[in-house]
């Protein structure tokens, strides 16, 4: 789960709320709203499949050990 400040403070979402990344991948879901309505953050549930093909700065792949 990661908190998200959105790009254009104007767009609203709401819980449930699909994710996705500018090319369209999906990653996840709004969980959680949290904040005042006029700088909201958003806690975004990540899908699994997108956490296990993430990677981490410094180009280590996200991998459980």
Not at 6 to 11: D, E, L, Q
Not at 30 to 59: D, H, I, K, W
Request: no cysteine; charged share 20%; hydrophobic share 45%.
């Amino acid at each position: 789960m990661v908190l998200v400040k959105p790009n254009n403070p104007t767009t609203l979402l709401d819980i449930d709320n699909i994710i996705a990344l500018a090319d369209k991948r999906v990653i996840g879901f709004v969980y959680e709203l949290v904040g005042p309505v006029t700088m909201p953050l958003y806690s975004v549930q990540l899908y699994p499949a997108f956490v296990q093909n993430a990677s981490l700065p410094g180009g280590e792949e996200n991998r459980k050990d």
